[in-house]
């Protein structure tokens, strides 16, 4: 099970921290990622990370402005998001993989979260 947190309404220009916490020990050795939807929009990769944490992956749109990590001992995934823009506007997911490395095609995934509402205002 993977519960996301920290979503809500900010400013452009402001911040917002949202994690993604999982139950299962397994987890917590599989690559995991980020994706987000925006209404009347498909789902779209925003940023991956390989199960030790050495390796990210990003969309072009959030290079330089977010941050994804990991905390195996915790069993929880980040995604820093500094920097919103109102396009940006969406819900946001966080998934396993249960592929030996990450991935942005959902499809890939195997376990999704509830989702986020992360909403920014111009």
């Known amino acids: 099970q993977l519960v996301e947190s920290g979503g809500g309404l900010v400013q452009a220009g402001g911040s917002l921290r949202l994690s993604c916490a999982a139950s299962?020990?397994?987890?917590?050795?599989?690559?995991k990622g980020w994706f987000r939807q925006a209404p009347g929009k498909e789902r779209e990769f925003v940023a991956s990370i390989s199960s030790s944490g050495e390796d990210t992956y990003y969309t072009n749109s959030v290079k330089g402005r977010f941050t994804i990590s990991r905390d195996n001992t915790k069993n929880t995934m980040y995604l820093q998001m500094n920097r919103l823009k109102p396009e940006d506007t969406a819900v946001y997911y966080c998934?396993?993989?249960?592929?030996?490395?990450?991935?942005?095609?959902?499809?890939?995934?195997?376990?999704w979260g509830q989702g986020t509402q992360v909403t920014v205002s111009s």
């Open positions: 299962g020990r397994t987890s917590a050795t599989y690559p």
């Open positions: 998934a396993v993989t249960s592929a030996s490395s990450p991935s942005r095609w959902p499809y890939e995934y195997d376990y």
